[in-house]
């Protein structure tokens, strides 16, 4: 899949709940205002992903559609990945 304007969201990290195998890491974005992620806590170490930190959601559409009721966005996507920028870390922190 190519990223795009439409399948990528720009949101900024606001909790990271962490035991020794997985993570919960929760952002706030535009619409619908706050999504999460569960990520391997290697992962998170890995990224030194911590509050606050800028992360992009890239997903996958699966179908075309306009103008979609929010109860049947669902039906539209089939994969939520999310990534961070490393270039400008060191000027978000």
């Known amino acids: 899949m190519k990223p795009g304007a439409r399948n990528q969201l720009t949101g900024k990290v606001t ?9 919960l890491v929760k952002f706030s974005v ?8 569960v990520l391997t806590t290697e992962s998170i170490k890995d ?6 930190d800028e992360v ?3 997903i996958k559409i699966n179908r ?3 103008t979609i009721e929010a109860r049947y966005a669902h039906r539209y996507y089939d994969e ?7 270039t400008a870390r060191d000027l978000q922190r």
């Open 15 to 23: 909790s990271i709940k962490s035991d020794e195998i997985m993570s």
């Open 30 to 37: 535009a619409v619908p205002k706050e999504m999460a992620s």
């Open 47 to 52: 990224m030194d992903l911590k509050i606050g």
């Open 56 to 58: 992009e959601l890239v």
């Open 64 to 66: 075309l559609g306009k």
């Open 80 to 86: 939520i990945g999310l990534g961070v920028d490393f």
